[in-house]
Nanobody, 126 residues
Framework: QVRLVESGGGSVQAGGSLRLSCEVS?????????MGWFRQAPGKEREGVAQ????????YYADSVKGRFTISLDKAKKTLYLQMDTLKPEDTALYYC??????????????????RGQGTQVTVSS
């Protein structure tokens, strides 16, 4: 069983930064193939934001956040991060951490991952 708990959301002005964290409760990360972040804004569909594979250092981003967001994984702490810089009002959403034990190709698959957390709210004001 995998449990994911996000933290680090909050309110920030446009141009600011936030770092989201996701603590992973599992016997070993080796049971997972990849992890990621997705978001959902009110009235909008879920959007895959970033993806990272567990066993090799490849990361993928949605075009909307490329160059501004950075996903990383601290295996020793079993914690996934999302560093968000140069935030825009359109980044306002509920952000979810997700994980999957099966191979998934493409950041757009992150909302479909088999495990997800409860979400953390990010609000960016103009």
């Amino acid at each position: 069983q995998v449990r994911l708990v996000e933290s680090g959301g909050g309110s920030v002005q446009a141009g600011g930064s936030l770092r989201l964290s996701c603590e992973v409760s599992t016997d070993t990360l080796n049971n997972l193939d990849s992890m990621g972040w997705f978001r959902q804004a009110p009235g909008k569909e879920r959007e895959g934001v970033a993806q990272i594979y567990i066993t090799f250092p490849s990361t993928y981003y949605a075009d909307s956040v490329k160059g501004r967001f950075t996903i990383s994984l601290d295996k020793a702490k079993k914690t996934l991060y999302l560093q968000m810089d140069t935030l825009k009002p359109e980044d306002t959403a509920l952000y979810y951490c997700a994980a999957d034990s099966q191979f998934r190709l493409g950041v757009n698959t992150v909302p479909l991952f088999e495990y997800r957390g409860q979400g953390t709210q990010v609000t960016v004001s103009s």
